[in-house]
Each structure stands twice: as C-alpha cells, then as structure tokens.
C-alpha cells in the first residue's frame, strides 16, 4: 500500500493481531451467510437473538467509532463538561428506551409481520399507498450515508496515524471488509460479530486506561495536570484549547448536551435489534447488561481522554489538536507496542477494538440502508415483484453501493468522526423518535400526524443546524431538541386534526392485549 513507511517489529506484531482480528469477522461472515434461508433471515436473523447477543449487539451498534475516538477527543481537547454530558444523556437514553420501548416494538412488530423499521410504520398506520415506507427508507438512506462515512473514516485515521499508510487506501481496504462480511452474512453475522467486538472494546478500553495512567505519571499526576487547565474537570465550564481560558456551560448548554440521550428513540439499527429478540421474558436481563456495559464504557472512554493530556504533558506522546485529538487512543496503543512483540500483538488487540466499534456500528448501518432500498423502497413502494433469490441479490448489490458512496464522503482525512455522528444521530432521532412513541403509546396517532411529523422532524434538523444554531447565544441548542419537539407537536396537532381510522385503532387494541399477555 503506498505511503506505508518501514514497520518495526512492534508495528508488525499490532499489524498481525488485527489483520487476525478482520480474518475473523471475515469468516462469521462466511458462516452465517449459508444460514440466510430468505430475506427475512438477512434483515433479521427469524428472531433468534438470545439475551446477551441482544443487549450486545444492540449497544456495540450504537457505540460507534466515536466512543474510541470521538468521545475521548472531545474530553482531550477540553475537559470534563461536554463529554460528561453527552454521556450522561447517552446512559439515561439507553436504559428508558430498552425500559420504554424494546418489549412493545418487539410485541407490536411481530403482530404487524414487519421486518425492517418503515416497513413497520407502513404497516401500523395502514398505508396502503407505503409513503411512510418511502418517506422513512430515504430518511435512512440520506442519515446513514454519512453516519457510516464516519466509520470508514475512522478505519482511515487509524492506519495513517499507526502505519504511516495512506489514509485513502486504508479507509478502502476496512470498508471492504466490512462490506463482504455484512453483504455475505446479513443480520446474524452483524449481531454476532457486534457481540465479539463489543468484548474487545471493553479489552481495549481497560488496557488503554490503565498504560495511560501509569505512563502519565500516575493517578496524582494526571489530576494535578488536569485541574491546572482552568475549567478543564468542571461540570459548568469547559476549557478552550485556543484561548487557554475556561468557557460557561450553562443550564441551556447542558439541556441541549443531554437530550443526545432523545436520539435512541429513532436509531433503525438499535430497534431493530429489539425486534429481532427472541425470549422477550428475558428483556429485563439484557437492559442491565445494556446499560451497565455503556455506562462503563463512556465513564472509561471519557477518563482515557483526560489521561491522554497528562501523557501529553509527560512528552510521551506529542500534543494533539483539532480533529487530530480523536485519534488519542491510537497513539497510546502505538506507543504500548513499543514495549516488545508480545506487548505489541496486546496493542493490537487494543486497535482491533477501534475497528470493532467502526465495524459494529458500520455492518448495522450499512444493512439498514440496504433493506430501506431493497425492501422498502423497490418491494413496498414500487411494488415490483422479485423472489427471494432476486432480493436477496439486490440486498447485497445494495450494501455494497451505500457503501461505495460512504467512501467518497469519507475521503476528506480532516473531518471529525464526532460532529459527523452528531449530526445523523439527530436525524435519526428527530425524525424517527417521535413517531415511534406515539405509534407504541397513543392509539390515536394516526398515518398523517407520522408523516407530517416525520417530513417536519427532517426538515427541522437542517434548518436549525445551519440557519438558527449559527446565530449563537440561547440559539446554539443541539438541532436534535428542537427538532424531536416540533415533530413531536405536529405529530399529535395533525392527527388530532385528521379523521381515525378504526381498524388502525382495533388494531392497536389488540397489539395491547398481546403485551398484557407477554
């Protein structure tokens, strides 16, 4: 590969392990893809997702890239507050959705026969016509795209700041591999990959803390280095690396930080996962697994990051800024292999959890834009008529375009994975978020108020991310509150307005004597 600089033996003994690590993924693929009967075992594995697999599945999804990178990034550069928060919202989001939501839209969707996500809202509103199908396939499409370009971007900034490698090359060979294991295996290869990545995030996570601590001098150390930076472990101030002063968060900042935590209620990859559960009696162990898990992992992901300016301050790795601070875990794994083979092949491991984290969350996402097309899209809306044989080729010839447009988003080596994933995660959830709760809680919500708030939900992310949020003050609110507001209010005004449909309304009578007998 070009631009690839001479490799020690530490370099080659990280190399070796995660080169493993990818040949692994590449054989769950393999496997799992002779267990693929029709499309519905692609999309959802026929709804055999024991407990562990779907509390794991579910979260490793959800903790992309930018918990290895973007999360210890943001905390690097400037403390405790924004990270703190962020999380804090994450954690809060995780447990009220498997709390609120995974047993019902396990329930409501196996009544409906539904497998993919639009699929689910064209059904529950009876849309004959599949707009809402369409209209939520192409808000997957659109949020996705992006949302995985982050992830190979990610592939990308790992091996050029590691290797020496050429960014571009790089983000193409972990896209590629990813693409064939999801193209090949479908949903029970992304599940059980997400559950053995998941595993190694956590490796990797522990061994970084605790190489960091002890190369920053110790624990005193980095607490003494930290509370010289004004504002930098404060709850209601941030540090600004570009000032060297600390900013106010303020109860308006704080708000807006945590309503992250609103962007679980729409994440096409996450509910799908609760639809693909199989015990549903068993929902109650997966949440505390879910939830402890995450909370965990962004308590350590945001500690390593405040560890990492200590090694700074140490001179044991050079100071990181801008989007460059996100790639602060690979520099400590470079530098734990620096301490012979042995050690290098367990930095290896320590970098294969970054891939993990991009590829748990890539694989999801990748197969939910695949079937918003091929399912939703060309089966539903269109109505064209194909066997299984012919879907299940166009579902994988569909990976495999989403993905080839993901790359040439990722092709600029300077943007943030986290403001990147920012962005599709309020998507998702204003869009998404609120028409899944009504549709779960409200019999009254109806096919108008989803569509409405949907179209209003997406609009309202773009206008407020750069028309109002740029106007500063009381305005720079993350888009994803207002926007899951004003979709939500739309939501019930037009359904209010619009005449119910009563076999809609039996219909989820009856969806809520199945829960009551669950």
């Not at 999804?61 to 943001?74: A, K």
């Not at 209620?265 to 009696?281: S, T």
């Not at 299940?392 to 989403?402: D, F, Q, R």
């Not at 569509?451 to 991310?465: D, T």
């Given at each position: 590969?070009?631009?690839?600089?001479?490799?020690?033996?530490?370099?080659?003994?990280?190399?070796?392990?995660?080169?493993?690590?990818?040949?692994?993924?590449?054989?769950?693929?393999?496997?799992?893809?002779?267990?693929?009967?029709?499309?519905?075992?692609?999309?959802?594995?026929?709804?055999?997702?024991?407990?562990?697999?779907?509390?794991?599945?579910?979260?490793?999804?959800?903790?992309?890239?930018?918990?290895?990178?973007?999360?210890?990034?943001?905390?690097?550069?400037?403390?405790?507050?924004?990270?703190?928060?962020?999380?804090?919202?994450?954690?809060?989001?995780?447990?009220?959705?498997?709390?609120?939501?995974?047993?019902?839209?396990?329930?409501?969707?196996?009544?409906?026969?539904?497998?993919?996500?639009?699929?689910?809202?064209?059904?529950?509103?009876?849309?004959?016509?599949?707009?809402?199908?369409?209209?939520?396939?192409?808000?997957?499409?659109?949020?996705?795209?992006?949302?995985?370009?982050?992830?190979?971007?990610?592939?990308?900034?790992?091996?050029?700041?590691?290797?020496?490698?050429?960014?571009?090359?790089?983000?193409?060979?972990?896209?590629?591999?990813?693409?064939?294991?999801?193209?090949?295996?479908?949903?029970?290869?992304?599940?059980?990959?997400?559950?053995?990545?998941?595993?190694?995030?956590?490796?990797?996570?522990?061994?970084?803390?605790?190489?960091?601590?002890?190369?920053?001098?110790?624990?005193?150390?980095?607490?003494?280095?930290?509370?010289?930076?004004?504002?930098?472990?404060?709850?209601?101030?941030?540090?600004?690396?570009?000032?060297?002063?600390?900013?106010?968060?303020?109860?308006?900042?704080?708000?807006?930080?945590?309503?992250?935590?609103?962007?679980?209620?729409?994440?096409?990859?996450?509910?799908?996962?609760?639809?693909?559960?199989?015990?549903?009696?068993?929902?109650?162990?997966?949440?505390?697994?879910?939830?402890?898990?995450?909370?965990?992992?962004?308590?350590?992901?945001?500690?390593?990051?405040?560890?990492?300016?200590?090694?700074?301050?140490?001179?044991?790795?050079?100071?990181?800024?801008?989007?460059?601070?996100?790639?602060?875990?690979?520099?400590?794994?470079?530098?734990?292999?620096?301490?012979?083979?042995?050690?290098?092949?367990?930095?290896?491991?320590?970098?294969?959890?970054?891939?993990?984290?991009?590829?748990?969350?890539?694989?999801?996402?990748?197969?939910?834009?695949?079937?918003?097309?091929?399912?939703?899209?060309?089966?539903?809306?269109?109505?064209?008529?194909?066997?299984?044989?012919?879907?299940?080729?166009?579902?994988?010839?569909?990976?495999?375009?989403?993905?080839?447009?993901?790359?040439?988003?990722?092709?600029?080596?300077?943007?943030?994975?986290?403001?990147?994933?920012?962005?599709?995660?309020?998507?998702?959830?204003?869009?998404?978020?609120?028409?899944?709760?009504?549709?779960?809680?409200?019999?009254?919500?109806?096919?108008?108020?989803?569509?409405?708030?949907?179209?209003?939900?997406?609009?309202?992310?773009?206008?407020?991310?750069?028309?109002?949020?740029?106007?500063?003050?009381?305005?720079?609110?993350?888009?994803?509150?207002?926007?899951?507001?004003?979709?939500?209010?739309?939501?019930?005004?037009?359904?209010?307005?619009?005449?119910?449909d009563p076999a809609v309304e039996q219909e989820y009578d009856d969806y809520k004597r199945a829960l009551q007998r669950d």
């Amino acid at each position: 590969m070009k631009g690839y600089r001479n490799m020690d033996s530490s370099q080659i003994g990280i190399l070796i392990s995660m080169v493993a690590y990818m040949a692994l993924m590449l054989g769950i693929g393999i496997y799992f893809a002779r267990k693929n009967e029709n499309v519905g075992d692609y999309y959802l594995g026929g709804r055999r997702l024991g407990p562990l697999v779907t509390a794991m599945s579910a979260e490793a999804s959800d903790m992309s890239s930018w918990l290895l990178m973007g999360l210890p990034g943001v905390a690097y550069l400037s403390g405790v507050a924004d990270a703190a928060w962020t999380a804090i919202g994450l954690a809060a989001g995780t447990y009220i959705n498997w709390l609120v939501v995974a047993r019902r839209i396990r329930t409501y969707s196996h009544e409906l026969d539904a497998i993919t996500v639009p699929e689910y809202f064209s059904k529950r509103y009876h849309d004959k016509k599949n707009i809402l199908n369409c209209i939520a396939a192409l808000i997957i499409i659109v949020f996705f795209i992006p949302y995985t370009a982050s992830g190979f971007a990610a592939c990308g900034k790992l091996f050029a700041s590691l290797f020496g490698a050429d960014y571009f090359w790089a983000m193409i060979i972990s896209a590629a591999v990813i693409v064939a294991y999801t193209s090949l295996g479908g949903f029970l290869a992304a599940s059980t990959t997400d559950l053995i990545q998941s595993i190694v995030m956590t490796v990797a996570l522990v061994v970084i803390l605790s190489f960091g601590i002890y190369t920053a001098g110790g624990w005193d150390a980095v607490v003494a280095n930290s509370q010289a930076l004004p504002g930098y472990i404060s709850f209601n101030k941030t540090f600004d690396p570009a000032s060297g002063t600390a900013d106010k968060y303020g109860i308006i900042t704080i708000v807006s930080t945590l309503a992250w935590g609103l962007g679980y209620f729409g994440m096409p990859h996450i509910l799908l996962r609760f639809m693909a559960i199989e015990d549903r009696e068993k929902l109650k162990l997966s949440r505390r697994i879910a939830t402890t898990w995450v909370v965990i992992s962004l308590a350590v992901a945001i500690v390593i990051g405040i560890v990492g300016y200590s090694v700074t301050k140490a001179g044991a790795i050079e100071p990181l800024t801008g989007s460059g601070s996100e790639t602060i875990i690979v520099r400590l794994a470079g530098l734990l292999g620096e301490n012979g083979f042995a050690v290098a092949l367990l930095a290896g491991v320590v970098l294969a959890g970054i891939l993990a984290a991009t590829m748990s969350t890539s694989d999801s996402q990748l197969l939910a834009a695949s079937s918003s097309f091929s399912q939703n899209i060309i089966r539903d809306f269109l109505h064209i008529n194909i066997s299984e044989k012919t879907a299940m080729k166009l579902a994988k010839s569909t990976v495999l375009i989403i993905a080839v447009i993901a790359v040439i988003f990722a092709s600029d080596p300077n943007s943030s994975v986290f403001q990147i994933v920012s962005f599709a995660w309020a998507g998702f959830g204003a869009t998404f978020g609120p028409v899944m709760l009504l549709s779960l809680f409200w019999r009254r919500s109806n096919k108008n108020g989803a569509i409405a708030g949907m179209a209003v939900g997406a609009v309202m992310i773009f206008v407020w991310k750069y028309a109002v949020r740029p106007m500063g003050g009381a305005w720079d609110i993350y888009e994803l509150l207002p926007a899951f507001l004003v979709a939500l209010a739309v939501n019930v005004i037009v359904s209010l307005a619009s005449k119910p449909d009563p076999a809609v309304e039996q219909e989820y009578d009856d969806y809520k004597r199945a829960l009551q007998r669950d």
